[in-house]
């Protein structure tokens, strides 16, 4: 839970930051004998990140990387949607 917790707060900034519609996916990687499962990990993730529109579809994979060993998980890639129409208002001031 408490990885799903700070991924959710990680991309909740990330979401503001990058100006998303939508978070279609994050790629994390753990090592090679940690429990976190694909499965668990969407399942919570659906369940925590509640009814946000940016973050309610989207999937988390996994990469298993026997060199992790420092930390719980690594944010590899993130893939978004971007609100371009708010974008180009944004451009324009």
């Known amino acids: 839970m408490s990885v799903i917790q ?3 707060a990680f991309l909740s ?3 503001k930051e990058q100006n ?3 978070i279609v996916s994050v790629e994390i990687s753990i090592h090679p004998y940690s429990c976190l499962d694909e499965d668990n990990l969407n399942f919570l993730f659906g369940c ?3 009814n946000d529109p940016v973050l309610k579809d989207a999937r ?3 990469i298993r ?3 992790l ?3 719980e998980y690594i944010v590899e890639n993130i893939e978004i ?3 371009s129409d708010n974008a180009e208002q944004m451009g324009e001031i």
């Open 48 to 50: 925590v990140s509640g």
């Open 13 to 15: 900034v990330f979401k």
């Open 20 to 22: 998303a519609r939508r």
């Open 60 to 62: 988390i994979k996994i």
């Open 69 to 71: 060993k420092d930390r």
């Open 65 to 67: 990387d026997k060199d």
């Open 81 to 83: 949607e971007i609100d």
């Open 6 to 8: 700070s991924l959710i």
